[in-house]
């Protein structure tokens, strides 16, 4: 059950840092999760995990660090167009 209530905490982080950029993450759901996960990682190896948590996710540094990683999937994704 532990897993499931990651998936769902994850997506929610990447959601959420999408609608913070305004931008949509490419995959859907599958995107928001990979985004909510990732940038779990990067957020808690940057900001060391402070803040509330859920799920076994920081949320303050996740959501900071998804929306680093949406920032640059963005620009990466604008430069090979």
Do not use: E, Y
């Not at 928001?32 to 996960?37: L, T």
């Amino acid at each position: 059950m532990g897993w499931l209530w990651s998936l769902i905490v994850g997506g929610v982080i990447g959601w959420a840092a999408g609608a913070i950029m305004g931008r949509d993450i490419p995959g859907g759901v599958i995107g928001n999760i990979v985004a909510g996960f990732l940038g779990s990682w990067i957020g808690n190896t940057f900001m060391a995990g402070f803040g509330p948590q859920i799920g076994g996710f920081f949320i303050i540094p996740s959501i900071l660090g998804a929306v680093i990683l949406i920032a640059i999937v963005s620009f990466v994704l604008k430069q090979m167009n």
